[in-house]
C-alpha cells in the first residue's frame, strides 16, 4: 500500500478541484488533503482551510496528516494580477516560499509547483519557443513564475528538494471556470455558446495562443509526478505542447455545432500580455524525459466541451 499522503494547495482553484479528484482515485479519498483560503459545499474528502501565506498552518497541515507531497497551486494569474502588481508579487512569492521552506524542513518527498508560458516575453522566439531560451516575463504573474522556478532549482540543488514543475499553457476543461488569467476566453466562449448567447471575446481573431486541455494537464501533472526521479532532468519547468490555436479557429470550430453562434472582437488590455505570449511551445525535452504525449486537439476537445456544458446546463435547468 503506498504510504503517500498528498496536500493539494489551492484545490479549490480551475486546475485544482479537477486534480484534487484524480489524486484523491489514485491515492484514496483519505490520503488526499485539499486546502484552500474558502471552503465549497459538498466537498467530498478531507477538507482544511488554509491561506498560504500563513506557513504556520501549512506547517501544521503537514505534520497533522503526515504529508509526503505537496501541490502547490495557489497563485494570481496574469491579467488580474496586473491590477495590484505588488500584492500579486508579495502573494505569489510568499505562498511559494512557505510551500518550499516547510517542505524542505519536513523532508517531503516531492513539491509540485506550477509555472506558466507567462514567463516567456519578446525576446524568446514565439514559434516552438525552446525550453531553454531568454526569459524576459512582462506580467507580474509571469515574473513570479520565472523566480518560482529559480527557486526551485535552487531548493533542488542546495537542499535536494524534488520539485517538479511544467509550465502550463492556457488550461481548458468544462469542469471548473478559469479566474483572473490572460487564456480564459476559450473556456468561456464554450459557456457562452451552449447558453446560447453571443460572445464578447477579449483578444483579436488573430490571436494565436498554446493551450492544453483539462484532461492532458491533470495527466501530465500526475505523470511527471509518478516520474523516477532520474529522469527529471529540468529542474525549473518543463515546456508541454498539446495544441495552438486563435480566437477565430476555436469560433469556427464551434460553430460546426452551433451555427448561429456569434462572436465580437473587442480586444481589451489582456491583448498586449497574449502578444508577448509563445504561439506554440517547443516540448521535446517533456517527450523525452517523462514521455509526455497529448491526446487531445481542438477537435477533439471541442466534441467533449459541448457534450459535458450542455449536460450541465440542462441539469440546471431541470432542478
Ligand atoms: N492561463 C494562465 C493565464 O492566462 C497562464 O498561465 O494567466
Known sequence: MSK???????????????????????????????????????????????????????????????????????????????????????????????????????????????????????????????????????????????????????????????IRSIRYPGVIGYQSMPGGGTTDYAVDIYHSAVKKQPYRCFLSAATKLPMVFMEDATRATIELMQAPKENIKTRTAYNIAAMSFNPAEIFAEIKKVYPNFEVEFQPDFRQAIADKWPKSVDDSEARNDWSWTPRYDLQSMTAVMLEKLEEKYNTIKLK
Open 4 to 162: 503517500d499522503i498528498v496536500l493539494v494547495i489551492g484545490a479549490n482553484g480551475q486546475l485544482g478541484s479537477v486534480l484534487t479528484k484524480e489524486l484523491q482515485k489514485i491515492y484514496g479519498i483519505d490520503k488526499v488533503i485539499a486546502s484552500d483560503v474558502y471552503s465549497v459545499p459538498n466537498f467530498e474528502g478531507i477538507f482544511q482551510l488554509l491561506d498560504a501565506n500563513d506557513s504556520v498552518t501549512i506547517e501544521e497541515i503537514v505534520k497533522q496528516y503526515s504529508v509526503t507531497q505537496i501541490y502547490h497551486l495557489a497563485a494570481i494569474l496574469s491579467a488580474k494580477g496586473e491590477e495590484q502588481p505588488l500584492r500579486t508579487w508579495d502573494l505569489n512569492m510568499k505562498m511559494m516560499l512557505n510551500v518550499f521552506e516547510v517542505a524542505r524542513r519536513n523532508v517531503i518527498d516531492k513539491v509540485f509547483f506550477p509555472s506558466s508560458i507567462a514567463v516567456f516575453g519578446n525576446l524568446a522566439p514565439l514559434q516552438n519557443t525552446p525550453q531553454s531560451v531568454f526569459l524576459n516575463p512582462a506580467t507580474v504573474y509571469g515574473i513570479s513564475k520565472a523566480s518560482g522556478e529559480n527557486w526551485a532549482q535552487y531548493y533542488f540543488t542546495n537542499y535536494g528538494l524534488d
